[in-house]
C-alpha cells in the first residue's frame, strides 16, 4: 500500500521506517526541511535502537521523506497522521492536528479516488470524529464515508524499543468510522500476522489508548504510596511485600510443569522514585482534564498524578533522616534519564530532586550513560559536575542517589566494596540487592 505519514517525530519516523520495512510504499512528510535532509540521508532525527539500520536500508526503495504535504498525500492510498499533540495549560493542544487536517483536506479537494486518514497520534476520546473529520469535509468539500474513509490507530511504543514494539506488537487496534475504512487498515496491517486485532469505532480506540498508559501509570502511583506506607511504619520492606503480591497466580501464573510465568505488568507494580516521560503524565493529566469536561471527575487519576508529583520528595525525605545537613553534603547522583534506554529528560523525576538538593547546598557528581548532554541543558552545570564514568561519580561521596535503573548500576556493590568509608546507597528505584552492601536504603524501607 501506498502510504504518506504526516509527522516525522518519534512516533511518525519510527511507523513510516517499520511500515516500509513490512513491505509498503512509505513517504514521510515534516515541515522542517532539516528533518527531510537528515531523513533522507538516512540518519535518524531521534535515537531508537534498530532505527538507522532499517531506515538506510529502506531510503530511496520503499521510503522516503518530503515537505510536500499534498503530494505526498495524493500520491498515497492512506494518510497517517503522527504530529505532536503537546499538553498545554490544562489541556491537549490539537493545533497541529487541525492544521494537518485542512492540508489534507485541501489535498483530498484534488484526488478522485478514495483515500483513507488514520490517526495516530494519542489524542483523547472524540477529537477522530469531532475534529479531524469535520476540518477535511470542510475543506476537501468532500464527505466522510462516501469520498475518504477515517480511523484512529493508536501506537504502543515504548521510548527505546520503538521499533522493536511496532515490529512485534502485541496488538493493533484498529477504529474506523464504517466497514471500508476499516477494511483499509486491515490491509495495512496484513503483514502482521498471528496479532491480535480489534476492529472498533475512532472513539474507542482513543480511549483504549488512553486506559492503556493510565493503568500502568497508576499501579506505579499506587506501588510508590504502598512503599511510602511501609517507610512510615518501619521493619517493612516494600520489596518483599511486593515480590509476595507478584505471586498471586493471576499475576504470576503457574505452569502445569510448577514453573512460574513472570509478566513484564510486575515491573510496573514497584515502588520507586515516581514516573517520567512524555506520555504518562501528559496521558493522565489529559485524561483529568477531559473527565472534567465531561463532569466526571477522574478521583483515582488526579491522585496518581498526586502521588507522583510527591514522590522525588521521598528521596530528600530519606537524606534529611540520614544526615544532620545537606548543606555540604558530596552526592553521587546515578541516573538522570526517566528511565533507562533513552536520553530523554521529559518529566524525569531526577529534575526535581536535583533542584531541591542544590538548593539545600548539597555538592553533586552526576554520571548518566547517555542523558548528559540533554541533562546539561535542562539543569546547568553550575549545580553538579558531570562525569564520564560511574566510578569518578562515586569519588568522595558521602551518600550515592540512585534515580535510573541502568543496567551498569548492579555492579555497584563491587564498586563501592574496596571504598573506606562506604557511603551510604540510596536506591530510589530498588534494583540493588541490600544484602550487598553494608550502608544501604532507599524508597519503601
Ligand atoms: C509508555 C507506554 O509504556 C507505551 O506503551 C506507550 O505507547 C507510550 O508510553 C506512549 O504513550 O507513547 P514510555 O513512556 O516510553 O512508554 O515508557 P515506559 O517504559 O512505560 O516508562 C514510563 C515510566 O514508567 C518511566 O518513568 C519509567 O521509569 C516508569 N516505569 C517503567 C516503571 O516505573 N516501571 C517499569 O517497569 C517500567
Given at each position: 500500500m501506498k502510504v504518506s505519514v504526516l509527522g516525522t517525530g518519534y512516533v511518525g519516523l519510527v511507523s513510516g521506517v517499520c511500515l516500509a520495512e513490512k513491505g509498503h510504499h512509505v513517504c514521510c512528510v515534516d515541515i522542517d526541511p532539516d528533518k527531510v535532509e537528515k531523513t533522507n540521508r538516512g540518519v535518524p532525527v531521534i535515537h531508537e535502537r534498530g532505527l538507522e539500520g532499517l531506515l538506510k536500508k529502506n531510503i530511496g526503495k520503499r521510503f522516503t521523506a518530503t515537505s510536500d504535504l499534498r503530494k505526498a498525500v495524493l500520491d498515497s492510498d492512506l494518510s497517517m497522521i503522527a504530529v505532536g499533540t503537546p499538553f498545554k495549560g490544562d489541556e491537549i493542544d490539537l493545533g497541529y492536528i487541525r492544521e494537518v487536517s485542512k492540508q489534507i483536506g485541501a489535498a483530498l479537494r484534488e484526488k478522485s479516488t478514495y483515500h483513507v486518514v488514520v490517526v495516530k497520534s494519542t489524542v483523547v476520546p472524540g477529537t477522530t470524529q469531532e475534529v479531524v473529520l469535520p476540518v477535511i469535509e470542510e475543506f476537501s468539500g468532500k464527505t466522510a464515508g462516501a469520498a475518504f474513509g477515517i480511523g484512529m490507530n493508536p501506537e504502543f511504543l515504548r521510548e527505546g524499543v520503538a521499533v522493536e514494539d511496532f515490529m512485534s506488537p502485541d496488538r493493533i487496534v484498529l477504529g474506523g468510522i464504517d466497514a471500508r475504512t476499516l477494511d483499509v487498515l486491515e490491509e495495512l496491517y496484513?503483514?502482521?500476522?498471528g496479532v491480535d486485532k480489534i476492529r472498533t469505532t475512532p472513539k474507542t480506540a482513543e480511549m483504549i489508548k488512553y486506559t492503556s498508559n493510565a493503568l500502568l501509570a497508576t499501579m506505579i502511583s499506587f506501588s510508590n504510596e504502598i512503599g511510602n506506607l511501609c517507610t512510615g511504619l518501619g521493619d517493612i520492606d516494600v520489596v518483599d511485600v511486593m515480590r509476595a503480591v507478584h505471586l498471586d497466580k493471576r499475576l504470576c501464573p503457574i505452569l502445569p510443569d510448577g514453573r512460574r510465568i513472570v509478566p513484564q505488568f510486575t515491573t510496573y507494580i514497584e515502588a520507586g522514585c515516581g514516573f517520567g516521560g512524555s506520555c504518562f503524565p501528559k496521558d493522565v493529566k489529559a485524561l483529568i482534564a477531559h473527565g472534567k469536561k465531561a463532569q466526571q471527575p477522574m478521583a483515582l487519576l488526579q491522585s496518581v498524578i498526586q502521588v507522583n508529583e510527591q514522590q522525588p520528595r521521598q528521596i530528600i525525605e530519606i537524606l534529611n533522616k540520614q544526615f544532620?545537613?545537606?548543606?555540604g553534603i558530596r552526592l553521587a547522583i546515578l541516573g538522570l534519564a526517566?528511565?533507562?534506554?533513552?536520553?530523554d529528560m521529559r518529566e524525569s523525576p531526577a529534575i526535581p530532586i536535583v533542584n531541591e538538593l542544590a538548593a539545600a547546598g548539597a555538592s553533586m557528581r552526576a554520571f548518566d550513560p547517555v542523558a548528559r548532554t540533554e541533562a546539561e541543558k535542562i539543569l546547568g552545570t553550575r549545580q553538579i559536575t558531570y562525569c564520564e564514568q560511574l566510578s569518578d561519580a562515586l569519588d568522595g561521596a558521602d551518600a550515592v542517589v540512585l534515580l535510573t535503573r541502568w543496567d551498569e548500576f548492579a555492579k555497584l556493590p563491587e564498586l563501592l566494596a574496596d571504598r573506606e568509608p562506604q557511603p551510604l546507597v540510596v536506591d530510589?528505584?530498588?534494583?540493588?540487592?541490600?544484602?550487598?552492601?553494608?550502608r544501604y536504603t532507599g524508597i519503601g524501607i
Open positions: 496484513q503483514v502482521f500476522e544532620r545537613s545537606l548543606k526517566f528511565k533507562p534506554g533513552t536520553d530510589g528505584r530498588r534494583m540493588i540487592d541490600k544484602k550487598k552492601l553494608r
